[in-house]
């Protein structure tokens, strides 16, 4: 347990853009949306209070703080030059990709269009009543509705009877669908009206349960990783003179195939495929994970400029001047993290259409 302020850009990435460092304590220069430039040292930096859950539930920030000397390790051997392998690279951007403050709050932001583009769908009267049919002609849902309306009518009775019964109704099923198809649309209509509602209210709170329950089943994301170094070729992009990254606080960002940069992971489009992501490791050196197919990596500069879009709050770097560093921090939270409301609401929309 790391206490109850816990890191969602962690130190082993920070520390390595640091422009002083005294004993243990490694200071960075953070160019922040709202408060500006300032020189923090990375233990007090992109942290928030109870981020992994409260002080009842330490488990999550436990299972965090236990793989991140993994991490760390291979950061630290990438920046003396050593070799390092693809899962071992895929490994730290999946881990770094999921956990950030960015990647939270834009998942917050797009339940409620999550629960729009439902409501749209779902609430349609030709689609609800295609779905309604479909649905009283599964033998399933046939056999649950028969069951409910003889209990309605009849409450308990002898298993004779109920057989009976059930036999008689399901002979006269056809009828009764159609004599009440306006009642049973109606009643199905509401129910589903009722349940959006109720979701679109507690919006907030459903989507950081499911974050945090997302983050608890895979914090080192494993399986992805293994997905990504199987399928992507990794290399570094090393700074030239006169250039320098900066990390933003959204830590990997992504291209996909659509053209658009992103967050990691957060394509909502089936026909959407990440191509490229990048992860700054120090000033100098970037890890880079693309597709054979994708275009060739970006330039230092675009990388810098996506990254300060992308971000939340602030991004750090180890000066405090230069390569349009003001500017990018005017900048940050102009691109949309994961889509636009209006894309999602469409995607969503015409799915299975």
Same mark, same amino acid.
């Given at each position: 347990?790391?206490?109850?302020?816990?890191?969602?850009?962690?130190?082993?990435?920070?520390?390595?853009?640091?422009?002083?460092?005294?004993?243990?304590?490694?200071?960075?220069?953070?160019?922040?949306?709202?408060?500006?430039?300032?020189?923090?040292?990375?233990?007090?930096?992109?942290?928030?209070?109870?981020?992994?859950?409260?002080?009842?539930?330490?488990?999550?920030?436990?299972?965090?703080?236990?793989?991140?000397?993994?991490?760390?390790?291979?950061?630290?051997?990438?920046?003396?030059?050593?070799?390092?392998?693809?899962?071992?690279?895929?490994?730290?951007?999946?881990?770094?990709?999921?956990?950030?403050?960015?990647?939270?709050?834009?998942?917050?932001?797009?339940?409620?269009?999550?629960?729009?583009?439902?409501?749209?769908?779902?609430?349609?009267? *030709?689609?609800?009543?295609?779905?309604? $049919? #479909?649905?009283? =002609? +599964?033998? @399933?849902?046939?056999?649950? /509705?028969?069951?409910?309306?003889?209990?309605?009518?009849?409450?308990?009775?002898?298993?004779?009877?109920?057989?009976?019964?059930?036999?008689?109704?399901?002979?006269?099923?056809?009828?009764?669908?159609?004599?009440?198809?306006?009642?049973?649309?109606?009643?199905?209509?509401?129910?589903?009206?009722?349940?959006?509602?109720?979701?679109?209210?507690?919006?907030?709170?459903?989507?950081?349960?499911?974050?945090?329950?997302?983050?608890?089943?895979?914090?080192?994301?494993?399986?992805?990783?293994?997905?990504?170094?199987?399928?992507?070729?990794?290399?570094?992009?090393?700074?030239?003179?006169?250039?320098?990254? *900066?990390?933003?606080?959204?830590?990997? $960002? #992504?291209?996909? =195939? +659509?053209? @658009?940069?992103?967050?990691? /992971?957060?394509?909502?489009?089936?026909?959407?495929?990440?191509?490229?992501?990048?992860?700054?490791?120090?000033?100098?050196?970037?890890?880079?994970?693309?597709?054979?197919?994708?275009?060739?990596?970006?330039?230092?500069?675009?990388?810098?400029?996506?990254?300060?879009?992308?971000?939340?709050?602030?991004?750090?770097?180890?000066?405090?001047?230069?390569?349009?560093?003001?500017?990018?921090?005017?900048?940050?939270?102009?691109?949309?993290?994961?889509?636009?409301?209006?894309?999602?609401?469409?995607?969503?929309?015409?799915?299975?259409?």
């Amino acid at each position: 347990m790391s206490g109850r302020k816990h890191h969602y850009l962690p130190q082993l990435i920070q520390r390595p853009f640091a422009y002083r460092q005294k004993g243990k304590e490694f200071y960075v220069h953070a160019h922040h949306r709202t408060r500006g430039r300032f020189t923090p040292n990375t233990s007090g930096l992109g942290k928030e209070i109870d981020f992994y859950g409260d002080p009842s539930d330490t488990s999550l920030d436990d299972a965090i703080t236990k793989g991140e000397g993994a991490l760390a390790a291979t950061v630290q051997a990438l920046n003396q030059g050593d070799d390092v392998s693809t899962v071992d690279l895929a490994t730290l951007i999946c881990a770094l990709s999921f956990r950030t403050k960015a990647m939270r709050e834009a998942l917050a932001r797009l339940f409620p269009s999550l629960i729009e583009a439902l409501r749209l769908k779902l609430l349609d009267p *030709i689609s609800l009543r295609r779905d309604l $049919i #479909a649905s009283l =002609s +599964d033998p @399933k849902e046939q056999k649950r /509705l028969i069951n409910a309306e003889i209990n309605k009518r009849f409450g308990d009775m002898h298993r004779e009877q109920r057989t009976k019964i059930y036999g008689f109704m399901s002979s006269q099923w056809r009828s009764y669908v159609a004599t009440h198809e306006a009642q049973l649309f109606a009643e199905a209509w509401g129910i589903t009206h009722a349940l959006l509602s109720r979701a679109r209210i507690e919006a907030n709170a459903i989507a950081d349960h499911a974050y945090l329950k997302a983050l608890a089943k895979d914090p080192a994301m494993p399986i992805r990783a293994n997905r990504m170094a199987a399928d992507m070729a990794f290399d570094l992009v090393d700074a030239q003179s006169g250039e320098f990254f *900066i990390l933003g606080d959204c830590g990997p $960002i #992504a291209m996909f =195939s +659509d053209g @658009k940069p992103r967050l990691l /992971l957060a394509a909502i489009s089936n026909d959407v495929v990440l191509e490229a992501a990048y992860l700054p490791v120090s000033p100098t050196r970037c890890i880079v994970a693309r597709l054979p197919t994708a275009a060739k990596p970006m330039s230092v500069g675009d990388i810098n400029r996506i990254s300060a879009y992308l971000s939340l709050e602030f991004f750090i770097s180890d000066r405090d001047t230069g390569a349009d560093l003001e500017d990018l921090r005017a900048a940050i939270g102009s691109l949309d993290p994961i889509e636009t409301e209006e894309e999602i609401i469409l995607t969503l929309s015409q799915a299975n259409d």
